[in-house]
C-alpha cells in the first residue's frame, strides 16, 4: 500500500485516521473509479483521496471514501451576468467544478453499488475555516 498525500489538509486527514478509535483501516488513492469527463468526452481514472473501513458509533462496520478539496471548489462558480467579462479563471473554475461533479457522480454510484458512503471534506469540515 502507497501513502500518497498532496497538501497539508489529506496529511491532517491521515493524522486523524491513523488517530480516531473507529477507524479499522485506511488507505490513500489506491482505487481507480472510471468517469466520463464533460470536457473532452472520454473516459479517465478518479482516485479518490481516501477510502477508509470503520465501525460506527453501533459498532456496525462500515466503508466510506472521502474526497479532500476546498470549498470553493467542491461547488458551482457563480453564474456570470451578461456584463461581466468571462476571463480564463472563470473559465478555469467553470471547467474544475465540472470534471469534480463528473468524478464525484461516478464515486457516489460506485458507493451505492457497494453500500458505501461518499463524502466530500472542506476546510469548514477540517476546522480551517
Known amino acids: 500500500m502507497n501513502i500518497t498525500y498532496r ?3 489529506e496529511l491532517r486527514v491521515m493524522k486523524y485516521l491513523d488517530d480516531h478509535p473507529y477507524v479499522l483501516e485506511w488507505a490513500s488513492e489506491e482505487l481507480a473509479i472510471p468517469y466520463k469527463s464533460p470536457i473532452d468526452g472520454k473516459f479517465h481514472r478518479y482516485f479518490p483521496d481516501f477510502l477508509v473501513k ?3 458509533k453501533d459498532g456496525k462496520i462500515c466503508v466510506r471514501m472521502l474526497e479532500i478539496k476546498p470549498a470553493n471548489q467542491s461547488k458551482s462558480p457563480k453564474v456570470r451576468e451578461n456584463s461581466q467579462r ?3 479563471k472563470y473559465i478555469n473554475e467553470v471547467a474544475t ?3 469534480n461533479s463528473a468524478k464525484w457522480e461516478a464515486a457516489n454510484e460506485y458507493c ?3 453500500g458505501w458512503s461518499f463524502h466530500i471534506i472542506t476546510e469548514k469540515e477540517l476546522g480551517l475555516k
Do not use: E, Q, Y
Request: avoid cysteine; charge should be positive.
Open 7 to 9: 497538501s497539508s489538509w
Open 54 to 56: 470503520m465501525k460506527d
Open 86 to 88: 468571462i476571463t480564463k
Open 97 to 99: 467544478f465540472g470534471i
Open 112 to 114: 451505492k453499488d457497494r
